[in-house]
Structures are given as C-alpha cells and as structure tokens.
C-alpha cells in the first residue's frame, strides 16, 4: 500500500513535469551554455559541384557548399536548432538544383542569383559575422555543420530534385502550391503547421490604411476598381482555403486573389481578415510567407520536439524520397 503510493506520488510529479520538459529550451534560451563546437568536414558531394552565382551585376563561381553556407546565413536565423538548420540546407541545396535543371531564372549567364525575391537570399561570411557579433563563430560553426552535415542530400520527387521552396510562418496549416501558384504539385500540399504561436515573433501582426492610401495602392494596379463611396462598402465577398487563407477577395468589385492583395499591400501573409474601423481599413494577419512548402518556424518547433531534419522534411515535403543526389548539369 506504501510502495504504491510512492509509485503513485512519483508518477503525478511526472504528469507534471513532463509538459514543463517539454517547454524548455525555447530559442535563445539554454543556447548560451554551448560556446563552442566541433566542426565537421566539408562534404566531398557539394565540393565537387560548381555554380556560377549573380550577386549584384558579377558572376562569382564558388562550390555548391559555400554557396549553401551564404544561403542559410541569410534565410534561416542561426540560433536555431541544429535539426532545423539541416532541413533548411537540404531544401535549399535542392531548390538550388531543381533551378539548374529546370533552367533557372537566369539564362545561360549564370545558375542561380542572391535576390531574395529571385531566387535566395545569400550573406557572406563577413557580413554575417558583423551583424552575428560574439556569437559569429559558433553561429559559423552550426551553418557549416547542417552543410557538411547533409553533404548532396537532396529531396527528389520521381527521381528528380523538388521546387523545395519555403517560408518563415504559416497559419494553421501549411498551403498547397496550387492554392498560391498556379501548378498543384504532388509534393507541395497542404499539411498542419507546427510552429508555436508564441515563440514566432510578429506573428499576429496589423496593416492599417486610410482610404486615400488604400485607394492609391489598389487602383495603381485595378483602375478598374470602383471605390467610390464609403469605404465600408468597398470590400465584398471574401473566400477562404480550410486552413483559412484568402483565396480570393473582392474589392470594388473587383476579384483578385489573396497573395495578389498581400503583395499590393505589402502584408505578411494571405491569412487575414479585414475590417473597417476609425475611418482606417484595417488587416488583421497571421504568419509570415506563402505558406507553401518547409515552415522555418515549424521546422524548429519540430527541432525541439526531438524531430530529425529528415522528419521535418517528410512532414512538409509530401511523398518525396531524400538521398544522396549527384546533379544533373548539362552546361
Ligand atoms: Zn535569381
């Protein structure tokens, strides 16, 4: 009788407990302790390939690697879990090939460029470690570890390298490439975000406008529109995805689609909701990005949940098989 209500008394601790473990270490936190770690060696795979990257008007040749490196200085912030930092190198070292062997946005004059809104973003080494400061080195480290770490790893949907795109948040599900581009691709559907709210800054974020700013964005691109009259009047009939993006909106009678409204008026997202208040339009949004594909934040709730880089990737990357790829390069 004892001995069980010990038992009984240790397992209610545990019950307790447990959901605290699993809440800690959150970014930042817990990370102060690692200084220092070993680095590994440069992949052979990612050596042996080599680009021809546009940054700014000159094309710079570097391996496959170190242009991998610049890519996630840029794109993925570097306090975040090793695991993470892997799944993104994987995605962005098979969006890389993809764009070589589909023909990329460049032409025959080079193979893929640092523009963001182009192709990827990509920060050099020294400029990464100014604005990284004392933490330079081991952020230095953990990026060139998730690189060597996943040498030539690629994701392939029937035998070939995926549009492995991806984005900073999504909204309560991740978004099918479909609903946002215009092909539905088999392996970029909609799947359950993982981020957790409350750990993804600006997640929840506001864009207020007047009628006159409002008017000036919407009608330099739909003259058409009619917005006359009051304001409350001028946003009509809205649909939504299931997750519930904006799929398609219409403003003074006008139809367009979410992402097209997101992009005009420069919100974080497609998820929204409007209202008119204080004589101001008002855009309430959820996440950061297009939803489609690998959700950096959720990639790291993954992380710290135990997750592997290559469970983070089945779960947004549907049906795909990730392996050792050697590229297909026919310049
Ligand atoms: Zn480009």
């Known amino acids: 009788m004892k001995h069980s209500a010990t038992v009984s008394i240790v397992l209610c601790c545990l019950l307790f407990l447990l959901p605290l473990l699993t809440l800690v270490p959150r970014i930042g936190e817990g990370e102060e302790e690692i200084t220092q770690i070993e680095k590994l060696p440069p992949g052979q795979q990612d050596a042996a390939t080599t680009l021809r990257v546009l940054v700014g008007d000159t094309v710079e040749e570097m391996t496959l690697g170190d242009y991998l490196q610049g890519v996630l200085r840029a794109e993925m912030p570097a306090s975040f879990e090793e695991e993470a930092l892997k799944a993104q190198a994987v995605a962005a070292r098979t969006y890389t090939l993809y764009k070589i062997e589909t023909g990329g946005n460049h032409g025959t004059d080079a193979d893929i460029c640092t523009d963001s809104t182009c192709c990827q973003a990509y920060l050099s080494a020294e400029k990464a470690a100014s604005n990284w400061g004392e933490k330079a080195e081991l952020y230095e480290t953990k990026i060139d570890n998730a690189v060597a770490g996943t040498d030539g790893e690629t994701i392939l949907y029937g035998g070939a390298p995926i549009l492995a795109v991806f984005h900073s948040s999504s909204a309560g599900m991740t978004r099918s490439s479909g609903e946002v581009w215009t092909s539905d691709l088999p392996y970029l559907q909609s799947v359950e975000a993982m981020e957790d709210p409350e750990t993804v800054p600006n997640y929840y974020s506001t864009a207020e406008f007047t009628a006159q700013e409002f008017k000036e964005r919407f009608l330099a691109s739909h003259p058409e529109a009619d917005l006359s009259g009051d304001m409350s009047s001028w946003i009509g009939t809205i649909t939504r995805s299931e997750a519930n993006n904006v799929d398609t909106i219409t403003v003074g009678g006008v139809t367009v689609r979410g992402t097209e409204l997101r992009s005009i008026l420069s919100l974080r ?29 959720g990639a790291n709730e993954m992380a710290q949940e135990g997750k592997t880089y290559l469970d983070i990737l089945n779960h947004y990357y549907t049906g795909v098989t990730i392996t050792t790829y050697v590229p297909k390069l026919t310049r």
């Open 269 to 297: 997202s497609a998820s929204f909701d409007v209202e008119v208040k204080n004589e101001k339009l008002i855009f309430y949004v959820t996440g950061f990005g297009h939803g489609v594909g690998l959700s950096q934040y």
